[in-house]
């Protein structure tokens, strides 16, 4: 362990949960140097949709190594590239009837987010974004000032600004209609916003899940006011929650989609923002960066798409499995009367909340975490104050993987609340 605490700033987290040092891992299974392993239901917050080492994107990844294809580009062409956007367009954008331009904004979300933001205000002229209580979406200025957590914004050191805060669904006053006619108000103090950027789901803010139909009226009211409507799909797109789309349920076409995490398929860096065509306002060069062009991560990329979403084998084997998290966890929460926790969130992105337990719903939810770790299971927290434990099994999880995490999960949730 010294290396680390001798040489690794403070600011590491996700260590301090599980101070284990790991070495290998394989599907849904961590392995530790000694050799224990963990059921990984953590998922790289998102980044190992497929699993770990999936054998199929792991064989592309070593032929692509082992003939010296290029493995940095900036943006300049490379076969990798080409092959992963004709796939993109093949498996995801052509078979939805979707037409948007790509652009590769860095490595990831938050720069995906940060082309967003940029591009909308370019485009429309106007500086405010419109964003979410309890979003995220990432920790440059540009996508901090449009998220709501407040530790993080503290950390950034300098004021936030060109951002509006709105209640998402479920939160008290949330509607549409409100940011309808605030927008609409000259006397609302609301500067007509450049854009609105939405997570359907939101994960690191607590697992919160807005409807369909909120989702749908915000779409509208974007378009009625001429705004834009960004989502964030970092986290919740590339099947998170059944379909590739987290927003394809709703029925809604967004102006701009951020990807990252699981695009490369293998836990490798890449990012997209997607664009209606007519967006692409961008002279060359405006928008730059280093690794905008990561060959092994185009090769997995495209690798994963292929594997995956050729069909919609994926999306119904993640329907299926998040139905049954839901139910297993619904079982759970019945053996408590007082306290129970509540089961949210949506397809394999689901959620235990605390928050029944007031000020002690943090320290709850950490000690969950600490207790299914103590037993071989990785989970975080999530939520502003933490009081959400978080389950992102890889979509890949068989049934069996599915049943072990729960039982874990609800034996650590014994130990602590009844221990
Ligand atoms: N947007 C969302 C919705 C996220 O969940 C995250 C990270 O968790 C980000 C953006 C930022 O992504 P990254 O950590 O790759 O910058």
């Excluded at 403070?10 to 050799?35: C, I, K, N």
């Excluded at 995220?136 to 300098?158: D, E, I, Y």
């Excluded at 009367?337 to 394999?348: C, E, I, M, S």
Aim: some cysteine; aromatic content about 8%.
């Amino acid at each position: 362990m010294n290396a680390f605490e001798q040489m690794e700033s403070e600011v590491r987290s996700y260590s301090r949960t599980w101070p284990v040092v790991f070495d290998h891992a394989q599907g849904s299974w961590l392995y530790d140097e000694d050799g224990r392993r963990y059921l990984d239901f953590f998922a790289g917050a998102g980044a190992l949709n497929y699993g770990h080492n999936p054998p199929v994107l792991k064989r592309a990844l070593m032929d692509y190594i082992a003939r010296d294809g290029v493995a940095h580009s900036l943006d300049m062409f490379t076969v990798a590239r080409r092959r992963f956007l004709t796939t993109l367009h093949e498996t995801v954008l052509a078979p939805r009837a979707l037409d948007y331009r790509v652009v590769f904004p860095g490595p990831g979300g938050t720069n995906a987010v940060e082309a967003a933001l940029k591009l909308a205000r370019r485009v429309t002229g106007r500086t405010t974004v419109v964003g979410f209580t309890n979003s995220f979406h990432g920790m440059t200025l540009g996508a901090l000032a449009v998220s709501g957590n407040a530790a993080k914004r503290a950390a950034a050191g300098v004021p936030l600004g060109h951002a509006v805060s709105m209640p998402y669904d479920g939160y008290p006053g949330s509607a549409p209609e409100l940011l309808d006619r605030m927008i609409g108000d000259s006397g609302s103090g609301l500067d007509k916003p450049a854009a609105v950027i939405v997570e359907t789901v939101q994960g690191e803010g607590g697992v919160h899940a807005a409807e369909d139909d909120w989702l749908r009226a915000l779409a509208a009211v974007c378009r009625r006011h001429g705004v834009l409507l960004i989502v964030d799909d970092v986290q919740m797109g590339c099947g998170r929650v059944g379909p590739f789309f987290s927003f394809e349920d709703a029925g809604i076409v967004p102006d701009m989609v951020c990807l990252s995490k699981s695009i490369g398929g293998y836990g490798l860096p890449l990012a997209l923002t997607l664009i209606r065509p007519e967006l692409d306002v961008w002279k060359p060069g405006d928008h730059n960066g280093t690794f905008r062009g990561v060959g092994p991560a185009f090769v997995t990329g495209a690798a994963a798409l292929r594997a995956y979403w050729s069909g919609n084998d994926l999306e119904k084997a993640v329907r299926r499995s998040g139905e049954r998290l839901a139910t297993a966890l619904g079982e759970i929460t019945r053996g408590y009367h007082d306290g129970a926790p509540t089961v949210k969130g949506r397809g394999l992105a689901a959620g235990l909340d605390f928050r029944s337990h007031g000020d002690r719903a943090g320290a709850i939810a950490a000690q969950v975490s600490a207790e299914a770790f103590r037993r071989g299971l990785l989970v975080e927290t999530s939520g502003a104050d933490g009081s959400v434990v978080k389950l992102l099994p890889p979509l890949t999880v068989s049934d069996a993987e599915l049943d072990q995490g729960v039982d874990i999960l609800g034996a650590s949730v014994d130990a602590t609340l009844h221990g």
